[in-house]
């Protein structure tokens, strides 16, 4: 790329589409450059560059993408924490699903469907069994006080 006199390195916001597509080439293509650590401390953080050029707005431009040790050990903290906050809200969505009780087979397949088409997304895999449960069918018309409902 020839250059036109103008020299600068900035970091491309996240709102450009490009941004997105620069990280995920570079976790595919996984081709790191080792840069060492800014600091001599014993813990400091490592990092890592790749290097492409594309274009953006009809000019082209040399992208680096940077990776952080330091930064992967935060994402991975949150990560975790967040499939274990949605394996616990799951739990609690599918143990009040399990108390419902339905009026028909049907009526329980239906939502069974739309609940698992609800949760699609989430991290884990959800399978799910209907019981049916025959309840003793009712004598049409008004009870007596004196009998139990549905033993007269």
Not at 9 to 16: A, D, K, Q, Y
Not at 41 to 46: D, M, P, T, V
Not at 103 to 119: I, N, P, R, T, V
Request: charged residues 30%; hydrophobic residues 30%.
């Amino acid at each position: 790329i020839k250059s036109q006199g103008i020299k600068f390195i900035s970091r491309l916001p996240e709102t450009f589409g490009i941004a997105r597509e620069i990280k995920e080439w570079a976790w595919q293509t996984n081709n790191w450059v080792n840069l060492g650590s800014v600091s001599k401390k014993k813990n400091a953080a490592q990092y890592r560059a790749q290097c492409t050029i594309r274009e953006l707005h009809g000019c082209k431009y040399r992208f680096i993408a940077i990776k952080s040790t330091r930064l992967d050990a935060r994402k991975e903290k949150t990560i975790t924490k967040q499939i274990e906050n949605e394996r616990q809200n799951l739990g609690k969505v599918c143990h009040n699903l399990s108390k419902r009780v339905f009026y028909c087979l049907a009526d329980a397949e239906k939502e069974w469907q739309l609940f698992s088409y609800q949760h699609s997304k989430a991290l884990y895999v959800l399978t799910g069994k209907i019981k049916e449960e025959v309840t003793a069918k009712r004598k049409k018309g008004r009870h007596s006080s004196k009998t139990e409902p549905g033993t007269h």
